[in-house]
């Protein structure tokens, strides 16, 4: 039986997967994110430290809510893919008790460490940061390409994918990029909804906290007119958005 460091866990998220979940925030993660709202997740050996077990006891406590609103776990971070062993043991588990599971990740990982959590989950929630390598850097600290070969990898299975995509003015909210972006996701397989995220700074206490540099703190969060004009853009290449 394996253990795995925890982050926090919420037992009625409504905002992660369909349904009301039982989050998991997994520690660990490879990106470095200047919007991170969860920076104290970085460190991968931090945490609460959980067996598969002990997390599963606390899980089907909640099957009826599961059940009757179509719910299930999400498995989130930081990035869970961090720990892969653990993630698929759980999984598994999941799997086996008949709960619906969903994978929140950037997706920057080696392939073959992601392919039989893939398989096996049956939903994944896909954060793509920003579709231009260098603006992807900037933002996030690595290249792109591992992500979109992530991506590439869940349409040749036909995997059913939410992504996820931050507005943020000066970075990613810029028409040519959203469109460059959509266009993209449009011809993938498996696509069932994009969130787009106006990004906040809920967590800039926590670089605060841990004395790290928030480089956002003049960055104001994007107005109602260019969130529209990113689901817009997103709807008119015949995505399903919100």
């Not at 919007?35 to 609460?48: A, E, L, Q, S, V």
Request: proline share 3%.
């Amino acid at each position: 039986m394996l253990k795995g460091y925890i982050h926090s866990l919420e037992t009625c998220g409504t905002v992660d997967g369909p349904g009301i979940r039982f989050v998991i925030f997994m520690q660990g993660c490879n990106l470095r994110c200047l919007y991170c709202h969860n920076p104290d997740t970085w460190g991968k050996n931090r945490g609460d430290i959980y067996t598969t077990d002990e997390l599963m006891a606390e899980i089907v406590k909640y099957k009826s809510y599961f059940e009757f609103s179509k719910g299930g776990v999400t498995i989130t971070g930081g990035d869970p893919l961090t720990q892969s062993e653990f993630v698929l043991e759980l999984i598994k588990k999941c799997k086996d008790e008949g709960i619906h599971t969903a994978l929140d990740s950037s997706g920057y990982v080696d392939l073959n460490i992601a392919k039989e959590i893939i398989e096996n989950v049956d939903l994944v929630l896909l954060d793509l940061k920003c579709i231009d390598d260098e603006i992807h850097k900037k933002l996030t600290g690595v290249s792109v390409n591992k992500i979109l070969e992530f991506a590439e990898y869940l349409s040749s299975i036909n995997k059913p994918v939410w992504i996820r995509h931050v507005l943020l003015p000066g970075y990613t909210d810029d028409d040519l990029l959203l469109n460059r972006l959509a266009k993209y996701i449009s011809n993938l397989n498996g696509i069932e909804l994009c969130e787009i995220l106006p990004f906040h700074k809920m967590g800039e206490y926590k670089w605060e906290n841990l004395n790290l540099e928030y480089k956002l703190n003049s960055t104001e969060k994007p107005d109602k007119k260019r969130i529209e004009n990113a689901i817009n853009i997103f709807k008119s290449y015949g995505l399903v958005v919100r």
